[in-house]
Protein backbone atom coordinates (compact mmCIF):
# COMPACT_ATOMS: atom_id res chain seq x y z
CA UNK A 1 0.00 0.00 0.00
CA UNK A 2 1.16 3.50 -1.15
CA UNK A 3 1.09 5.97 1.65
CA UNK A 4 2.17 8.83 -0.97
CA UNK A 5 1.71 10.00 -4.16
CA UNK A 6 4.11 9.33 -6.80
CA UNK A 7 5.71 12.90 -7.53
CA UNK A 8 4.45 13.42 -10.89
CA UNK A 9 6.94 16.12 -12.98
CA UNK A 10 4.65 17.29 -16.01
CA UNK A 11 4.14 20.94 -15.01
CA UNK A 12 7.92 20.96 -13.50
CA UNK A 13 9.64 22.82 -16.85
CA UNK A 14 6.33 25.53 -16.28
CA UNK A 15 7.19 26.02 -12.91
CA UNK A 16 10.86 26.13 -13.33
CA UNK A 17 9.61 28.81 -16.31
CA UNK A 18 7.53 30.43 -13.92
CA UNK A 19 10.45 30.92 -11.57
CA UNK A 20 12.91 32.23 -13.98
CA UNK A 21 10.42 35.41 -15.00
CA UNK A 22 8.35 33.92 -17.59
CA UNK A 23 5.10 35.98 -18.36
CA UNK A 24 2.12 33.62 -17.04
CA UNK A 25 0.58 33.43 -20.80
CA UNK A 26 4.04 32.18 -22.23
CA UNK A 27 3.43 29.04 -19.81
CA UNK A 28 1.55 27.45 -22.41
CA UNK A 29 4.65 26.47 -24.28
CA UNK A 30 5.68 23.98 -21.65
CA UNK A 31 2.41 21.87 -20.71
CA UNK A 32 -1.32 21.99 -22.01
CA UNK A 33 -2.52 21.99 -18.41
CA UNK A 34 -5.04 24.32 -17.56
CA UNK A 35 -4.40 28.01 -16.32
CA UNK A 36 -6.75 26.94 -12.98
CA UNK A 37 -4.20 23.99 -13.22
CA UNK A 38 -0.74 25.95 -13.42
CA UNK A 39 -2.07 28.59 -10.90
CA UNK A 40 -3.30 25.83 -7.82
CA UNK A 41 0.11 24.30 -8.35
CA UNK A 42 2.23 27.36 -8.08
CA UNK A 43 0.52 27.98 -5.22
CA UNK A 44 0.89 24.47 -3.73
CA UNK A 45 4.61 24.92 -4.61
CA UNK A 46 4.56 27.73 -2.61
CA UNK A 47 2.82 26.43 0.75
CA UNK A 48 5.36 23.37 0.75
CA UNK A 49 8.60 25.81 0.32
CA UNK A 50 6.98 27.90 3.06
CA UNK A 51 6.23 24.86 5.37
CA UNK A 52 9.90 23.30 4.86
CA UNK A 53 11.34 27.19 5.51
CA UNK A 54 9.08 27.28 8.86
CA UNK A 55 10.25 23.57 10.29
CA UNK A 56 13.68 24.84 9.45
CA UNK A 57 13.84 27.80 11.09
CA UNK A 58 14.28 31.58 10.00
CA UNK A 59 17.97 31.63 10.89
CA UNK A 60 18.51 28.43 8.90
CA UNK A 61 20.54 28.69 5.40
CA UNK A 62 18.17 26.81 3.67
CA UNK A 63 15.04 28.11 5.25
CA UNK A 64 16.27 31.50 3.49
CA UNK A 65 16.91 30.46 0.20
CA UNK A 66 13.47 28.79 0.35
CA UNK A 67 12.11 32.20 0.94
CA UNK A 68 13.74 33.32 -2.14
CA UNK A 69 11.94 31.02 -4.14
CA UNK A 70 8.72 31.75 -2.80
CA UNK A 71 9.50 34.98 -3.82
CA UNK A 72 10.47 34.17 -7.56
CA UNK A 73 6.98 32.16 -7.42
CA UNK A 74 4.48 34.41 -5.40
CA UNK A 75 4.06 37.10 -8.40
CA UNK A 76 1.64 38.42 -11.00
CA UNK A 77 -1.45 35.64 -11.53
CA UNK A 78 -0.15 33.24 -8.64
CA UNK A 79 -0.90 36.09 -5.89
CA UNK A 80 -3.90 35.98 -4.44
CA UNK A 81 -3.55 39.00 -2.15
CA UNK A 82 -3.11 40.73 -4.76
CA UNK A 83 -6.09 39.39 -6.46
CA UNK A 84 -8.25 40.76 -3.85
CA UNK A 85 -6.85 44.02 -3.37
CA UNK A 86 -7.41 45.09 -6.97
CA UNK A 87 -11.49 44.02 -6.24
Do not use: N, P
Not at 55 to 76: I, N, V
Amino acid sequence: RQLTKTLDFRLSAAVWAWSRGEAFSDLGRYTSASDGDLVRVLRQVIQLLRQVARALGHKDRLSRKLERCMGRLHRAEVDAERQLRQE
